[in-house]
């Protein structure tokens, strides 16, 4: 897998956290992936018996700027981008456009999703530019000297940002690309909250390519804190917490609430 070279210690991210969880520094973590194997494998032998709680649903959006005249990709388009195959937005049908990716590390648990989920076995392109937070990545994409510019991220925080539009997404054909958007539209100049309200039956359903379910992780050696992540993971859970949950754009597992 290609790897940024950092002058600064990792910026923070799913990986980041399950670190210092296993290390005793924090008593839970919040992850957008699931626990790997190899994490299990480093809890076990640290004595450390770890539990993951799903408490909401999050997908992937593929952010890009709002003059792209493209409408949406699939999975296979998005991971030739990604992997350098794909160069320029005119092989998608597009304006002859050069394409700049943009990613976070492979710290944050977006990027680690994309790279399991959709690169697979294969490397991100040396192509790809990685970047230390989401701002910084949609400052770059939303500058109109850089309109070919990509990026992967949460799909809750493209949904606050008017700077950037996020591309519908299909897992095989062109013709049946779901959107992020409940309107199946793209943010207004105000990102008033009822244009920007993200596809919630797309994600509940499963019919949004890219969506993945949010854990809490919690220590369950030291009883103080597991009584911390539980409570915390218990509140989440309850009709207020769902309804929060859904506040901050997020899909609640209930989706009534």
Same mark, same amino acid.
Not at 61 to 74: C, E
Not at 235 to 238: A, D, E, M, P
């Given at each position: 897998m290609y790897l940024p070279?950092? $002058?600064? &210690? !990792? &910026?923070? *991210?799913? +990986? #980041? +956290? /399950?670190?210092? !969880?296993? $290390? *005793?520094?924090? #008593?839970?973590?919040?992850? #957008?992936?699931p626990l790997k194997d190899k994490e299990y494998e480093m809890a076990f032998q640290r +004595? /450390?018996?770890?539990?993951?709680?799903?408490?909401? /649903? $999050?997908g992937i959006?593929?952010?890009?700027? &709002?003059?792209?005249? !493209?409408? +949406?990709?699939?999975i296979k388009q998005l991971k030739d981008i990604y992997r350098g195959k794909i160069t320029n937005w005119s092989q998608l049908g597009g304006a002859e456009l050069e394409i700049t990716p943009y990613a976070r590390s492979i710290q944050s648990g977006t990027t680690d999703f994309f790279q399991y989920n959709v690169l697979g076995t294969e490397k991100f392109s040396d192509r790809v530019i990685f970047v230390n937070d989401n701002q910084q990545a949609f400052t770059k994409i939303s500058d109109k000297n850089n309109p070919g510019g990509i990026y992967i991220t949460s799909a809750t925080e493209v949904i606050q940002h008017c700077e950037v539009k996020a591309l519908s997404l299909s897992r095989y054909s062109s013709n049946k690309l779901v959107s992020l958007y409940k309107n199946q539209g793209k943010p207004s100049d105000t990102c008033s909250p009822s244009q920007n309200q993200i596809n919630f039956d797309a994600f509940f359903n499963g019919d949004y390519p890219l969506s993945r379910r949010l854990f809490i992780v919690i220590n369950q050696n030291r009883k103080e804190d597991e009584q911390v992540g539980e409570t915390y993971t218990k509140?989440?859970?309850?009709d207020e917490g769902q309804k929060l949950i859904k506040k901050a754009g997020f899909i609640p597992l209930r989706l009534s609430y």
């Open positions: 070279k950092w $002058d600064a &210690p !990792l &910026p923070p *991210g799913s +990986g #980041s +956290g /399950i670190k210092m !969880l296993l $290390d *005793g520094q924090i #008593s839970f973590v919040q992850s #957008s992936r +004595g /450390i018996l770890l539990q993951q709680i799903p408490v909401a /649903i $999050d959006a593929i952010a890009v700027n &709002p003059s792209l005249n !493209l409408t +949406g990709l699939t509140f989440l859970l309850t």
